[in-house]
């Protein structure tokens, strides 16, 4: 099947960066093309009812694992398999939304690429600045990389020791040792493991792109109102001054009305999973912390996950507050459109009154900033990211003072 190619207003294919270029093969999360065949897409959806039950069963297995360890009250033990229980829960909930709404992403995207997307053809400062911004998140990927590389080499020193076990801390409740069973198995583990980590660091990123973009798309609009409003000066037109600054105001509150449009659209496609995603941050950041302070050279894989984790939260905040600090500056923006200089050098009594009152509605349309939220519950800037973080260490230190009375006792 194929996935969706992403593609200019031109028909040009869009270089995607290398996160992005992997997420996209990523069949549960990234949407079919639009000339997919009705059969096709009747695979796609099997193919994807399946990834569903090994979730279900990879879910079923660790959870029998947890609740052991929790009945022998083993906090270290118990500790080591929650990390990957709580991000297979939240890539379920995830993916159920994905699936659900698959088809409104694959248009989503598709105005993003054709109207929002910075072209860097076009303007090559922007999109530069844009990769800048983007850099963090580029790192996070790797290291969500390092992370899953630490569980795919398992079954090779699980070879070389001549041993059966899984990549992740799994009870069945049936007998796995027949090589027949335990082969299917352990390349379920494989596969789950490649479908999240892939959707842990491709939708971050394909997220942090809409908002970075998104975010360039109000400074053009900015800067292309002020440097037509420094011709209008130039010009000094003194009939027509008014009426052409009350154009070029007509003009760019078109385009902010279709990029405010947008963040609407930005916010009903992903508040659902960013809600999820930030509602399973503490906990996951918290038992990995946990694992990579007890043990930091056993357990490097917790400790590179954890520094990922927590750099992903506070880079995708960043752009958020990025994001609502320039919406937020849009209204002075209008202000700031030199229309007392206008006024005065105007002669057009009636086409200054126009002007004034135009400027005042388009102040007034952009008294509020937009934040990307989880379900109005919370907002995507940096300082979610910080109190998440204090939230963990909260947990942490909670963990720490159980597993030192543990051993006292």
């Given at each position: 099947m194929v996935r969706y190619v992403p593609r200019l207003p031109d028909g040009?294919?869009?270089?995607?960066?290398?996160?992005?270029?992997?997420?996209?093969?990523?069949?549960i999360f990234w949407p079919l093309d639009p000339s997919t065949g009705k059969w096709r897409r009747y695979i796609d959806h099997i193919m994807a009812v399946l990834g569903c039950l090994i979730f279900v069963q990879h879910n079923d297995a660790e959870l029998r694992y947890l609740r052991r360890e929790a009945r022998e009250l083993n906090l270290d033990s118990f500790l080591t398999g929650m990390p990957t229980y709580l991000i297979l829960v939240e890539a379920q909930f995830r993916s159920l939304h994905i699936l659900l709404h698959s088809s409104d992403l694959q248009k989503f995207l598709q105005k993003f690429y054709y109207a929002i997307y910075v072209d860097p053809r076009k303007e090559i400062k922007m999109f530069e600045k844009i990769e800048r911004d983007m850099k963090v998140n580029r790192l996070v990927s790797a290291m969500y990389g390092a992370v899953i590389s630490g569980y795919l080499i398992s079954p090779i020193f699980m070879l070389i020791n001549r041993r059966k076990d899984f990549l992740y801390s799994m009870i069945f409740p049936f007998d796995v040792q027949p090589f027949y069973i335990f082969?299917?198995?352990?390349?379920?583990?494989?596969?789950?493991?490649l479908i999240i980590d892939s959707m842990m660091f491709g939708e971050t990123n394909l997220l942090c792109e809409l908002i970075a973009h998104l975010n360039g798309r109000y400074l053009l609009m900015k800067r292309d109102l002020t440097k037509d409003i420094d011709k209008i000066l130039l010009a000094r037109n003194r009939n027509h001054m008014a009426r052409q600054l009350k154009q070029l105001i007509v003009r760019t509150l078109r385009e902010n009305v279709e990029l405010n449009h947008f963040c609407q659209q930005l916010e009903e496609q992903y508040t659902v999973r960013v809600f999820i995603m930030f509602a399973f941050a503490a906990g996951l950041l918290c038992a990995l912390s946990f694992k990579a302070y007890t043990n930091p050279l056993a357990n490097y894989i917790y400790?590179?996950?954890?520094?990922?984790?927590?750099?992903?939260l506070l880079s995708l905040g960043q752009l958020g507050s990025n994001l609502a600090y320039t919406t937020d500056s849009l209204s002075s923006m209008y202000y700031h459109t030199n229309w007392e200089d206008i006024l005065q050098y105007s002669t057009n009594a009636e086409e200054n009154l126009r002007l004034l009152k135009l400027v005042t509605l388009a102040i007034e349309m952009n008294s509020k900033p937009f934040y990307v939220t989880g379900l109005k519950y919370f907002r995507v800037s940096i300082q979610a990211g910080l109190k998440i973080l204090q939230g963990a260490f909260s947990y942490f230190t909670f963990l720490t003072s159980m597993q030192r009375r543990q051993i006292s006792n």
């Open positions: 040009e294919k869009v270089k995607l960066a290398w996160p992005l270029a992997i997420f996209r093969h990523n069949h082969l299917p198995l352990l390349l379920s583990n494989v596969w789950v493991g400790a590179i996950w954890f520094g990922a984790k927590t750099v992903e």
